[in-house]
């Protein structure tokens, strides 16, 4: 595999900021932002000479979409609690750094570092799978009744997806004919992304819940009479095959996190920005509630996953297939 000088200096600040911030996550837990600062500032450097020495305005068009999806994707994703600050402008970093020429196998449209996330959760997946497997028949813990609760709160959540998926299906078939695994890629990582809290928010929200449920059963039974069965028995097979898959791989991840990858903090511990765990629900503090949440007892904590190291590994994979892992599955 060989690289042009563009491609090679953009390589080496990857790979230094990558080492780094990879070894101040495990050491210190933490991610400093002056590396990050700096990673950004050479970036610009470098990106300002080859604008002035090879103008091309719609590789700069491409890359300014790209990296403001990316900024997006990483609050979105710390905003759902699955990852740190740290985390989020880690990505944003190396989705800036990498070049638009290391996607050309799976270049998805508008959001090519899709493909740096794609080989960033397949990897995690797996791993906390693994760990969740091996943890349930070490210590033989897997409760029937919890595990029932919880699928009949997915059950009831599916809809939100049933009725997103039968709108895109309906109003935008013509995204789904050319980008289809795109579109299936996305939705399954949405699901993964926002099953949890969904099943949390109409935990919490009974009414809205089953009206959202007649709603619907009531469009759906309007779509079969108006002749897109087709249509219908897509959706609610493509759902509930893939809502099974996140559900069942989401359960296995949520329990063995919530039982081996949290720790007990004390009062003095809890401070603004983090997320902590009490009565089985996930809180994020703030000023409104820190001293709420200070007075409640047996209050928890994520202990912080490194997953600098896998953001590091998923530009790796990038680079080395030009493309997703899923080049080798479509």
């Known amino acids: 595999m060989s690289f042009d000088f563009f491609e090679i200096m953009y390589l080496i600040p990857i790979l230094i900021v ?12 933490k991610i400093y932002n002056k590396i990050i600062f700096s990673g950004f500032f050479y970036g610009l450097i470098l990106f300002i000479y080859f604008l002035f020495t090879n103008y091309n305005e719609t590789y700069l068009i491409n890359m300014l979409i790209n990296f403001s999806i990316s900024v997006f994707v990483s609050y979105a994703l710390w905003f759902f609690n699955c990852w740190s600050a740290g985390d989020a402008k880690l990505f944003s970093l190396l989705c800036f750094l990498l070049p638009l020429s290391f996607y050309e196998n799976t270049n998805y449209l508008f959001f090519p570092s899709f493909n740096i996330l794609i080989n960033l959760f397949i990897p995690v997946i797996f791993f906390l799978s693994f760990l969740s497997t091996i943890n349930m028949f070490k210590k033989n813990n897997f409760n029937i009744k919890s595990f029932i609760n919880l699928l009949v709160g997915y059950l009831k959540a599916s809809f939100i997806y049933i009725f997103l ?14 980008n289809y695994v795109l579109f299936q890629t996305i939705y399954i990582v949405f699901m993964f992304i926002t099953v949890r809290g969904m099943n949390k928010f109409f935990e919490k929200h009974f009414f809205l819940n089953y009206l959202l449920i007649f709603f619907t059963m009531g469009y759906s039974f309007y779509l079969v009479f108006s002749g897109e069965e087709e249509l219908i028995q897509l959706v609610f097979f493509r759902v509930y095959i893939y809502l099974g898959s996140v559900f069942l791989i989401r359960s296995l991840i949520n329990d063995y996190i ?6 007990e903090v004390t009062r003095e511990d809890i401070k603004e920005g983090m997320v902590v765990i009490f009565d089985n629900k996930t809180n994020r503090i703030n000023e409104d509630n820190i001293e709420e949440m200070r007075e409640k007892p047996g209050i928890k904590s994520y202990k912080v996953f490194p997953f600098s190291i896998f953001i590091f590994i998923a530009v790796m994979i990038t680079i080395l297939l030009k493309g997703s892992l899923l080049f080798f599955i479509f």
Do not use: A
Request: hydrophobic letters at 45%.
């Open 18 to 29: 990558g080492f780094i911030c990879v070894f101040t996550d495990l050491k210190e837990k």
């Open 165 to 178: 998926f039968l709108i895109i299906g309906k109003f935008f078939k013509f995204f789904l004919i050319e």
């Open 258 to 263: 919530d039982k081996c990858e949290t720790e």
